[in-house]
């Protein structure tokens, strides 16, 4: 009599747990395939620093700036993470600060307009060819 | 008594609803973690045969999305939403079917854009060398057309020269699965510039009939 008292609510909760799975299903599956392509998600040190990782959208930043610019003139190497960037160098007009500096773009305090993206993600370029291919390569 | 029943009973409609709603149970390809997987069939519809996931679609692949919907930017995040939408930018720029949906060579070609080329100097113009390179490929795949203009419109010479690309006519190893892997020109194109399906964007110039019949001849198939 006993069990048969708490079975409806051993249930309920299962059926909570349930609905709980399959809505986390839902959302994990429906991440990230949507972002922009050449975002990168810089995350060297932001997680450890309790900030959100920085996102660089390339799209926006070509509008306004040929390669060169930043590629050629400021130093940063092709490559998602390879360059070695803090918020110091930055405040000395190194790197992003070459910009945002409040002269040609937002300054630094405006921090959650880049610091903008979920936490733990990992630092690399989004929806690249060889990440939208249904079988990985080269990992 | 009853009321406990009848919500268990909601709660189990719930779970069979969205049990059967959830893309998690049909057939996935195997991914690595932390990836979304690639739902190749829903288990409704008439048959799992005719709702195969054809074209290999990831859920929300909805193109220029807004920053607070693309899966990367955290919409509890004060600053999400001040951020410009890729949409709403690209309205006006000619299409592609690829990449950011954006024929970026059109776009600053028809001046709808005007990116800087000096940070100091704003009406500065960009140092172009129109030079074309024609490499012969392998195979029938047709040669590809190397036009150093487009690229000097958006480049410095020293991105490319020494480092990435020797500038001497046949001392450059350039390969399809290299670039894929993020060499040479994939440094680049399928990161940042058009991907990598856009294949003939570079491979554009037909091999002569005279190619053609020299490589049936060393071919084995052709036999």
């Not at chain 1, 079975?7 to 309920?12: A, Q, S, V």
């Not at chain 2, 990116?115 to 490499?135: G, Q």
Request: contains cysteine; proline residues 7%; aromatic residues 6%.
């Amino acid at each position: 009599m006993r069990a048969k008292k708490h079975r409806p609510l051993t249930l309920g909760i299962l059926g909570i747990l349930l609905v709980a799975l399959s809505v986390g299903t839902w959302f994990a599956t429906s991440d990230d395939a949507a972002a922009e392509y050449a975002d990168v998600i810089i995350n060297n040190y932001s997680d450890d620093a309790a900030m959100r990782p920085v996102i660089f959208p390339h799209w926006f930043h070509r509008i306004r700036f040929r390669c060169k610019v930043c590629h050629a003139d400021l130093g940063f190497e092709f490559k998602a993470g390879g360059n070695d960037i803090n918020m110091l160098k930055i405040f000395d007009g190194e790197y992003c600060g070459a910009c945002h500096n409040s002269q040609i773009a937002w300054g630094v305090e405006n921090c959650v307009l880049c610091h903008s993206g979920k936490p733990n993600q990992k630092t690399g370029v989004h929806n690249s060819t060889a990440d939208r291919l249904v079988a990985p390569v080269g990992k | 008594m009853t009321d406990r029943a009848s919500i268990i009973a909601v709660l189990s409609a719930l779970v069979i609803a969205a049990g059967g709603a959830a893309p998690g149970i049909a057939g996935q390809m195997p991914q690595p973690a932390g990836e979304a997987p690639i739902i190749l069939a829903q288990a409704t519809g008439p048959s799992a045969a005719n709702t195969f996931n054809r074209l290999m679609k990831r859920p929300s692949s909805e193109p220029n999305i807004q920053p607070s919907k693309d899966g990367i930017h955290d919409p509890a995040n004060p600053g999400t939403d001040l951020l410009q939408w890729p949409s709403e930018a690209f309205a006006d720029f000619p299409k592609t079917n690829d990449g950011n949906r954006v024929d970026w060579v059109k776009t600053l070609s028809a001046g709808l854009i005007r990116p800087w080329t000096e940070l100091d100097d704003p009406e500065a113009e960009p140092f172009v060398m129109d030079l074309t390179i024609v490499r012969q490929v392998k195979g029938s795949m047709p040669n590809v057309v190397y036009p150093h203009l487009q690229h000097t419109e958006w480049l410095d010479c020293t991105n490319c020269h020494d480092e990435i690309f020797i500038p001497e006519k046949g001392a450059n190893q350039i390969s399809m699965a290299g670039i894929l892997l993020g060499q040479k020109c994939g440094i680049c194109h399928g990161k940042v510039a058009f991907p990598i399906s856009d294949c003939r964007r570079c491979h554009s110039q037909p091999k002569t009939a005279e190619e053609l019949r020299r490589l049936s001849e060393k071919s084995s198939w052709a036999k």
